[in-house]
């Protein structure tokens, strides 16, 4: 769609007619993740003609209210190579919807790392985003013990599903252990973290 220029115009006008008919006060475009070099730079094209033709069609009818425009993404940390183009999403959309889990996991990288972070430097405006927030933990089996902040090294990991703990066996572990439960908080990342015992990590 985004590569042909009769495409983007069939989904453009579709979607603000459909968004008109039944009343919504905007749309949410879902690409969660960019493939190549080119489909980025597609993706700056549909947000720009996307914009204009709402602005365009707020004009010519009798409500004056443009539709919102937003748009579901994904980040990783991992990698630039779908990287969105920031400078488009900040001139054309209104905001972005950011799958802010799975940044990182134990299967992919041997260092612990915030698989959901609030903050992490260098990317959009606050103003620009709405985050979920993730109710699960991975948990990684640490190198050396001590090591255990953000980026210490690990060997993969935990006997659990992959490193994957659901909420409710937080929940029940903090309340089986209690006050043995160490808790740590990052405030570069605004990331909790929970020091269960000598070899597990857990992140949440």
């Known amino acids: 769609m985004a590569s042909n220029p009769h495409s983007r115009k069939s989904f453009i006008d579709s979607s603000i007619k459909i968004a008109r008919l039944y009343g919504f006060q905007g749309l949410d475009l879902s690409w969660s993740r960019e493939n190549t070099s080119w489909d980025k730079y597609n993706i700056r094209i549909v947000f720009k003609e996307w914009q204009a033709a709402v602005a365009l069609k707020a004009r010519n009818i009798s409500s004056p209210s443009p539709l919102i425009l937003t748009a579901r993404v994904a980040y990783s940390p991992l990698s630039t190579a779908g990287a969105y183009p920031v400078d488009s999403i900040r001139q054309y959309l209104n905001w972005v919807h950011v799958i802010t889990a799975q940044y990182s996991r134990p299967t992919r990288t041997n260092f612990t790392s915030a698989h959901a972070a609030l903050y992490y430097p260098k990317k959009l405006s606050a ?71 000598w070899e597990d990590l857990v992140w949440f």
């Not at 703990?165 to 929970?194: R, S």
């Open 127 to 197: 103003d620009k985003l709405v985050l979920c927030l993730p109710f699960y933990r991975y948990a990684w089996t640490l190198v050396k013990p001590k090591d255990n902040g953000i980026g210490a090294a690990a060997t993969g990991p935990t006997l659990s599903d992959n490193g994957f703990v659901p909420f409710k066996e937080i929940k029940n572990h903090i309340k089986n252990y209690g006050a043995k439960v160490q808790v740590m908080y990052n405030f570069t990342y605004m990331h909790g973290e929970l020091l269960l015992d």
